[in-house]
């Protein structure tokens, strides 16, 4: 398996699996059983045992299913497979890419403990950080973490998490994540690092190899890739995996093994060809954006203009290497007033006569979705923040996908000649 790239190893996954007998299936079968048969008592108690147990090897015994919520085979193949993507030590799978955050933030921080977050979030991580782990007695302080001073002003003893996006939703801007990891220094105490990959996925950007100790994804969106289920992931190294495991069991936000079979059987093997399309459309859409009299500015990774274009050639990389600038687009149109009225028209004018364009929040997906980040997935941010994080009220989030890019670049068109 080793000797296949990384590429053809997720066509073809793991599903001769330990942990469960698909060797007959090309695909494995969609599995939908609640709960599971237990032999004697014997094995249902040997099975709670080993749940989550630390002196267990989950390479290498076969677990003793008990209850879907615990753990589940067809979800424990996407999870063998997404941590092979991510080259991470375990992978835990969650009902949507919330209920990977918050399990990630739970499992890292106990009452007291502090996190440190980028200035701008995908505004329900944001409002996780705000309005609920404060009850908790987890608290938040958000700063640029791209400015090194302000990062080690923000730090205390009792931080434990460092938090960002990269590329951050919705601006694209990148944080650098070997330089912050040297920031947060070694040793026990040292905050964890915690990525939020959803934009680059993992043939994008590998955060592990970057510094990140965790990983999060929401599945819903490019891994997923076909818009027709929820899920998320917490990938750690395998030191982690029981007590995110433990976690999933109590709090109950799992994965159901129908979406799990999604992901395996469409998402995953899709990913490498499904971005090399959408990428190859977003480049040209993003360059002839920039060429257009009514855009003030473009922000894709691949431009020469991106302001960060360096550290996007380093970090946004793909399974095999190549650069990966991405299929997602943050563009301004110009607007005399500056209250974003511009914008507005130009994503009503999609919503009303574009075939190619949705106006729809979620990204990833083979059909091209558009939004307002100020006002719809960004709205919970405190403005002030958002102004000085780059979103703009005339900000418009492009998600790219599989339609002919000619298509694309006319409904554009028309609908900047309609603003
Ligand atoms: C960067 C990012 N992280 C996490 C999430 C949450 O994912 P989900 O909608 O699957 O809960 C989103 C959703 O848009 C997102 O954009």
Redesign the pocket.
Known sequence: MKNYHLHTQLIHGQFRSKKWDYNHHVVPPMTASATFRLAGSTRGAAGFFRFACDRINPDRDVPIYIYDRLDEPTRGMLEENLATAEGAGCCVAFA???AA?SAALGVLCHMGEEIVAHQVL?G??YSLMTNWLPRIGVKTRFVDLNDVKAVKAALTPRTRVVYC?TPV?PTLELIDLPRLRRALGEGAGRPSLVV?N??ATPNGQRPMTLGADVVVY?L??GIGGFGTD???AVLASDKLRNEIMMYRKDFGGVLSPKAAWDFLVYGLPTLTTRLEATQRSAAKIAAWLERHPKVERVSYPGLASFPQARLARKQLRTLTGEFAPGAMIYFEVKDKKGDGEAGARLIDWVASNALSITLA???GQIKTLIEHPYSM?HSALPEADKLQGGVHPGGIRLSVGLEAPDDLIADLQSALAAV
Do not use: A, H, I, R
Request: hydrophobic share 25%.
């Open positions: 949507s890419g919330m955050v995908y329900c991580t996006e939703n939020d959803t934009f929401s819903t969106k929820m899920g998320g929040v979620s990204l997935t």
